[in-house]
């Protein structure tokens, strides 16, 4: 098992920047892929950005806005927020995925981060 906790929503004006963090516990060499979705108010949730051996993978709506960074020490992933908008207020889940040796997908998540964007 995977635990995972956020940290670093909150608050923030339109153009403002904020950093999300997400430390991982539990059997962390087992994760391949780590990562953020959002979901917004009456929204389905959707993938942000996500990074793993292959490299990053970022939605078209956040490219060349938000960075995301993982520390494998310390077992955590980071989303760097710049240029945000208010169309970016969403309730932010921190992603862990790992992959079986049969290739099943087991997926892990945070208890959810809120960021409001105020225009």
């Known amino acids: 098992q995977v635990q995972l906790v956020e940290s670093g929503g909150g608050l923030v004006q339109a153009g403002g920047s904020l950093r999300l963090s997400c430390v991982a516990s539990?059997?962390?060499?087992?994760?391949?892929?780590m990562g953020w979705y959002r979901q917004a108010p009456g929204k389905q949730r959707e993938l942000v950005a996500n990074i793993g051996s292959a490299g990053t993978n970022y939605a078209d709506s956040v490219k060349d806005r938000f960075t995301v960074s993982r520390d494998n020490a310390k077992n955590a992933v980071f989303l760097q927020m710049n240029g945000l908008k208010p169309e970016d207020t969403a309730v932010y889940y921190c992603?862990?995925?790992?992959?079986?040796?049969?290739?099943?997908?087991?997926?892990?998540w945070g208890q959810g981060t809120q960021v409001t964007v105020s225009s």
């Open positions: 539990g059997s962390t060499a087992s994760i391949n892929v």
């Open positions: 992603n862990a995925v790992r992959l079986s040796r049969l290739g099943r997908r087991y997926d892990y």
